[in-house]
């Protein structure tokens, strides 16, 4: 089989992903360490790799790029950014993160908040818990420093309520202002050099568990730019996934950045971004030019649940049983 083959990791459920590397002519395979993982059953190949925190897992992932001659690591999750970026040299084939230390301060949101105004990059005031000023204004924040899917974030009406959550809060946190503006994503892929190769704003309709479900893409020059400025400023390299909020003054304050591809990477697809194609351009060792503003605006996306049935096999593997495509809509 041609084609850049490329590797997933932490699979999980992201068939979206898997899908549309398969669809641009990549080679997939997929690796997670749940049998379960649905994404597994979508890919040309899969396997199970340990625990990201087992010391082997590094060494089972290039036994994996040798074996199915790998050019491009994709992680699908954040779980394993922080070891993959720290042994990119060790892997055999391009990962797509950027330098461990962004990796590292990304993942931390009372760090990427200094970062960002390091950076001249807006974003919401913030402090540690035990800096809070006497007259901050409310609403406020308390939020974990780390973590992903909108856990361990509770807003705070009065200062009863911030003194309550701080105690009772079982993670390492710290305190933002709330933003009152409209709140936006902006879908990035940048080049190996930290180059903004397109930026996809998309409304932000309706969210669950952090995810978005639903929303719209937009032709906003400011997103657009917002997205580039942030980016190239920062030095990502591949996907990321931009978070802001546009303030009653017009100003945009950023509250987190995913460097990967976003739970809304179905929305920008459809729009024409072929960020799975400029990711397995860079893996071959291409060099594309920027496509700023090249997407298709007004496309909503509305996402369902979907499943995949599973038998085990002779060898008490897991393999797909039966899979339906959902009906087609009616005509109206």
């Excluded at 040299?89 to 993160?97: F, I, P, S, T």
């Excluded at 930290?194 to 998309?202: D, F, S, T």
């Excluded at 906003?220 to 730019?225: A, H, K, S, T, V």
């Amino acid at each position: 089989m041609s084609g850049v083959g490329v590797l997933f990791t932490c699979a999980g459920q992201r068939v979206d992903i898997v899908s549309s590397f398969r669809r641009a002519g990549a080679r997939t395979v997929a690796v997670d360490v749940n049998p379960l993982a649905p994404a597994l059953y979508h890919a040309d190949e899969h396997a199970f790799a340990p625990r990201i925190d087992d010391p082997g897992y590094i060494a089972a992932l290039a036994a994996l790029v040798a074996e199915h001659d790998v050019a491009l690591i994709v992680p699908l999750t954040d779980l394993d950014h922080g070891v993959l970026s720290r042994a990119r040299d060790e892997l055999g084939a391009l990962v797509l993160l950027p330098s461990s230390e962004l990796v590292d301060a990304l993942a931390d949101k009372w760090l990427a908040h200094q970062l960002f105004v390091e950076r001249g990059i807006g974003s919401p005031a913030t402090w540690l818990p035990g800096d809070v000023p006497a007259d901050v204004e409310f609403p406020v924040l308390v939020k974990a420093r780390e973590g992903f899917g909108s856990r361990n974030i509770f807003r705070c009406a009065d200062r009863r309520e911030l003194d309550f959550f701080l105690e009772y809060t079982t993670v390492d946190s710290m305190v933002q202002a709330c933003c009152r503006g409209e709140e936006f994503s902006i879908d990035v892929f940048c080049d190996l050099d930290g180059r903004c190769l397109n930026a996809v704003p998309r409304t932000m309709i309706e969210s669950k568990g952090g995810e978005s479900i639903k929303g719209m893409t937009i032709r906003d020059p400011d997103l657009i730019e917002v997205g580039r400025h942030v980016s190239e400023s920062l030095g990502i390299v591949g996907p990321a996934n931009i978070q802001c909020f546009r303030e009653p003054d017009g100003t945009h304050r950023i509250t987190d950045i995913n460097p990967r591809f976003g739970g809304g990477f179905p929305l920008p697809t459809a729009a024409g971004s072929r960020y799975p194609e400029l990711a397995l351009a860079l893996a071959a060792g291409e060099r594309p030019e920027p496509r700023l503003g090249d997407f298709r605006a007004g496309l909503y996306m509305t996402r369902f649940f979907s499943e995949l049935v599973l038998s085990a096999g002779e060898s008490g593997t897991l393999e797909p049983f039966a899979e339906e495509l959902p009906e087609p809509v009616a005509e109206p």
